[in-house]
């Protein structure tokens, strides 16, 4: 048995968290929570706040921000047959079907209808992917649905429904792409003005794309790290985005990744050997053990114990730096998850 295929493999990413640090909404004006540093090379910290950022990166670094935006995904039906009610988070539209979680799904079986209870419009059940995924043939244009009754699927821990201030709060202020069912939540810290002023001191950015799919909800099921995966999401780097990393590293720049999304469409990319334009879908897994060829820095939220998103960052940290980092974070009352507070790991 590899040394990560014990009976209970994450163990070593668990810590304790107190529910009232699992941040219910964001900080209040936007851009202004807390911040930690890390140094995963000495393992030192430095706790700061999120505007003072610039203070910890160089002329020549580049902010690599995920421009997705998100989806009124969840929708609210029942099962005709039953009367039985069933909520659906859409993924992806797959030709003439679309891809999507049911819950609960239990005794749903193929040609069964889905009515929406709110607005018009229906599903009916095409049939089932590997996984947890359902094909769903829409009775109606999916999109107007969504607009007219759909919503944002907020993380299921946040124990709440969507409310109108959550249409801009979970949202990027680079959010251009539709295309997610989960924000790319480093990236809810910026404000524009915070961009023109990274910009003037020679701090510039460029975006890709990454689709966040509902696979973000589950939790890591697998019975050791190796066999972990997650479910694909599309991606897209553009020739432009990746002209500006090959020219900051060249220059001697870093590149900072803006968020777990951008990570590994970074290590995507960078495993493609596709040093142009490249799009997708990915499935990459970032687990402790990854040579990181990407990017070089990371800003991202902090993450729920035993989570994939947790794995990733102890995979770019280090594992002891990063649990001592998160242990501090908690003595020190950090907010935790979607609308926490934030870390730079450089």
Known sequence: MSEHGSRDW???YDFGLPDDLIARRPAEPRGTSRLLVLDRESGQREHTVFPKLGDF???GDLLVVNETRVLRARLRAELERTGRAVEIVLSHPDGDEWLALLGPSRRIREGDRLVLREGEGAFVLA????GPLFRLRAEGDVFSMMEASGHLPLPPYLGREDGPEDREW????FARSPGAVAAPTAGLHFTRPQLEELSSRGIDSASVVLHVGPGTFLPVRAESVEVHRVLPERYEVSAEAAQAMRRTRSSGGRVIAVG???ARTLETWALSANEGASSGWTDLTVIPGH????FDALITNFHLPRSSLLLLVSAFAGHDATLAAYRDAVERGYRFYSYGDAMLIV
């Open 10 to 12: 994450l163990a070593p």
């Open 57 to 59: 990166l160089r002329s």
């Open 127 to 130: 049939g089932r992917e590997e």
């Open 170 to 173: 979970y949202q990027t202020v």
């Open 260 to 262: 777990t999304t951008v």
């Open 291 to 294: 040579s990181f060829r990407g």
